[in-house]
DNA sequence: TCACATGGTAATCCACCGCTTACTAAAAGC
DNA sequence: GCTTTTAGTAAGCGGTGGATTACCATGTGA
């Protein structure tokens, strides 16, 4: 058997993780895990493998993170396309799906935050911003980079991409999407309405650069 | 000394709604309530007033609900403008005045959601569906009854006070707004994104019903 | 003044759970 | 075949925290 990666530390992480990101830090209890493992329960398994409770969960994060981290990549990659509502269209499909494995990271955010202030920053800075920042991205791009005032653009990125966003933490808080919403419906409409706006915000081509707060 | 509302039951449950509001029902002890209302902590003062912790927490869920409850009154009341922006303007402004206040519920839902999923489903009935159920009605209303098909404008109203409500919980949960979008921005550019799509919905007015699934 | 209800306190009970220690079985090294 | 390391288990320690019990101080009515 190879030093380091003993395999019962896989497997003890893999239970790890399925648990935390079910019930939470706090709900989860070591003796879970060490059962859900296939090892008797408060016996000491785990400690044969991690020193402590929090260390098994850093790692039960890292290992979130990393699985989700290559979202950029992934619909970014499939990006420029020549219809603009086939574009959006990717863009919705894709947040919504990665927002779906991303889940168990929300459930922690909003359940164990102010115990690990400092993870919960890292996840900020590695996943939440970075999804942000993409979106900004987007909308500098398609208004043009000249027209696109800074708090605009992180305005519109904030709704757009927290719309979709919020569409799945209503399914995790309520069990249902907000207003009920299917979810074909809600990217349609999403499509639509950022088709419409970019429509009428790039419409203005030729000139009416300050024309921003019209009645 | 009045029988039942025995003033000292009204210090502790003051107490505990201040402190279950900032830590959620787990992290607040009985013994913290009691300290907080001025009470030697852990003496059992708690339990002259409340069979237990959850009866309290219950209570202070009632007085949440009760303080937000009176919303639709407040903004809808409002309502009813001639210029459009204008009336955009209050519903963001007011929406997101109120989410300030429901700050604490969140964090209730966020934190212990699974512990009472009773309570979650009581305050999704009685605040979440109302807010969306309300957004709905202005959006039909404005599109007109017949153009509206329900799907269409359920969607509409999880993308629109979706995204309003994810500002106040990413400002919760890491300590500062989506995509750092300050709150003047976000309410103009949330302002602009509706009145455009209100624009364009209410321009094909005399014809063309089924065009939304336009290239 | 005495009986008694009211309301706060101290001390305690008990269940839970993270973590440790002492032990045992089996695999690895010589 | 012997020792040494590795890996799992049983038992238990220690702290936490919800809830209970016994107690006492005060105010009220007969």
Known sequence: MARGTSGTREQLLDA????????????TKVGDIEAHAGFS??????????SSKEEAFRAALDRWISDVADFPSTVGA???????????????????QLLV??????????R????????????????????????????????????????????????ALGSLAHYRQDEAIYGHPPADANEAAFVGAWVDVWACWLEKATASEAGLESRRSTT
Chains 1, 2 share one sequence.
């Open 16 to 27: 790890a993780v399925e648990l935390f990101g079910e019930r939470g830090y706090r709900a």
């Open 41 to 50: 329960p408060r016996a000491g398994a785990f400690y044969r493998h991690f």
């Open 78 to 96: 499939l990006l420029p396309l020549d219809d603009r509502r086939a574009e959006l269209t990717v863009i919705a499909r894709g947040t919504l």
């Open 101 to 110: 494995r991303q889940r168990q990271l929300f459930r922690f955010l909003a």
């Open 112 to 159: 164990d935050s102010d115990e690990f202030p400092d993870l919960v920053a890292q996840v900020h800075d590695d996943l939440v911003g970075r999804g942000y920042t993409q979106m900004m991205a987007f909308f500098t791009w398609r208004l043009g980079r000249d027209r696109a005032p800074d708090d605009q653009v992180r305005a519109l990125a904030a709704i």
